[in-house]
């Protein structure tokens, strides 16, 4: 089955840290830009940060800029997110999906250009004190 997983989420006080992971299962991540996305309740999907197939480039919104990092580790198939000092305002659904190419992603806003190949099921990431 062709999926992508995400876990890592949870609860953490404000200021705290969390680490995601996108792990792909029945393919390789190698050829795939992968982003992460947000869904808070009551509000629209928001790009949170992008990295290309290489790992050569990454992207993030204004929101996570130096607080996030995103990183890929293709021989685990994995893409991580790395999220420090969070805030309330992070609480959020986090998903990963993955794109054959950077162009799908429209980069000053982090939005898709058309649908992405893959979509993970999402994991919960709740910042409260």
């Known amino acids: 089955q062709l999926q992508l997983v995400e876990s890592g989420g949870g609860l953490v006080q404000p200021g705290g840290s969390l680490r995601l992971s996108c792990a792909a299962s029945g393919f390789t991540l190698d050829y795939y830009a992968i982003g992460w996305f947000r869904q808070a309740p009551g509000k629209e999907r928001e790009g949170v940060s992008v990295?290309?197939?290489?790992?050569?480039?990454?992207y993030y919104s204004d929101s996570v800029k130096g607080r996030f990092t995103i990183s890929r580790d293709n021989a685990k198939n994995t893409v991580y997110l790395q999220m420090n000092s969070l805030k309330p305002e992070d609480t959020a659904v986090y998903y990963c999906?993955?794109?054959?190419?950077?162009?799908?992603?429209?980069?000053?806003?982090?939005?898709?250009?058309?649908?992405?190949?893959?979509w993970g099921q999402g994991t919960q990431v709740t910042v409260s004190s």
């Open positions: 999906a993955a794109v054959k190419s950077i162009t799908a992603v429209y980069l000053p806003k982090l939005t898709l250009n058309y649908e992405a190949d893959y």
């Open positions: 990295i290309n197939s290489s790992g050569s480039a990454t």
